[in-house]
T-cell receptor
Framework: AQSVTQLDSHVSVSEGTPVLLRCNYS??????LFWYVQHPNKGLQLLLK??????LVKGINGFEAEFKKSETSFHLTKPSAHMSDAAEYFC??????????????FGKGTKLSVKP | KAGVTQTPRYLIKTRGQQVTLSCSPI?????VSWYQQTPGQGLQFLFE???????NKGNFPGRFSGRQFSNSRSEMNVSTLELGDSALYLC???????????FGPGTRLLVL
């Protein structure tokens, strides 16, 4: 069985300061992990994905995440927050079992606020 | 390349009615997945279709059904609507297999 836990429902940072959104996962098989972002009244946009290649994954808009198997974590970071980063972020896990990734398991989401 | 499109974008129905939502995937994508997003339950997987066959199914009642056509377009149907079916319904397409899913803007359904 797979699951994902986002440790913070809401994170608030000041513009120009670092962002850390925390995610722990559980998976019986070799997982693929993703971060998606959802701006208000918009669909989901892929930020980055991990699929068993490099453990440090770089995504769009300066975001990156590190896969740590020993800690079962996949935290999302950005060195310097921008006002346009304010959105809801979802950590997502799926399993490579059976070669199908049609079933994404979403975390509850972390709402990121950026103060000027 | 055009993204995933969903129609309609907004829908208002009353309890007991049925509704059909449509999703057109990115050209060349053969897999379409559907998700329900609500404030209480978050994002939950409904089902996935690949080459006109349902390949995965989430934990939803039989009132929720779907199908996929030969051009990979997919429809989702909800019969006997309940107030709790009010949600944002998102579809996502991918090439299939281990490829990334790309999401449409969603259809917001309000059941009165």
């Amino acid at each position: 069985a797979q699951s994902v836990t986002q440790l913070d429902s809401h994170v608030s940072v000041s513009e120009g300061t670092p962002v850390l959104l925390r995610c722990n996962y559980s998976s019986s098989y070799s997982p693929s992990l993703f971060w998606y972002v959802q701006h208000p009244n918009k669909g989901l946009q892929l930020l980055l994905k991990y699929t068993s290649a490099a453990t440090l994954v770089k995504g769009i808009n300066g975001f990156e995440a590190e896969f740590k198997k020993s800690e079962t974590s996949f935290h999302l970071t950005k060195p310097s927050a921008h006002m346009s980063d304010a959105a809801e972020y979802f950590c997502v896990v799926t399993s490579n079992y059976g070669g199908s990734q049609g079933n994404l398991i979403f975390g509850k989401g972390t709402k990121l606020s950026v103060k000027p | 390349k055009a993204g995933v499109t969903q129609t309609p974008r907004y829908l208002i129905k009353t309890r007991g009615q049925q509704v059909t939502l449509s999703c057109s995937p990115i050209s060349g994508h053969r897999s379409v997945s559907w998700y329900q997003q609500t404030p209480g339950q978050g994002l939950q997987f409904l089902f996935e279709y690949f080459s006109e066959t349902q390949r995965n199914k989430g934990n939803f009642p039989g009132r929720f059904s779907g199908r996929q056509f030969s051009n990979s377009r997919s429809e989702m149907n909800v019969s006997t609507l309940e107030l709790g079916d009010s949600a944002l319904y998102l579809c996502a397409s991918s090439l299939g297999g281990l490829e990334t899913q790309y999401f449409g803007p969603g259809t917001r359904l309000l059941v009165l």
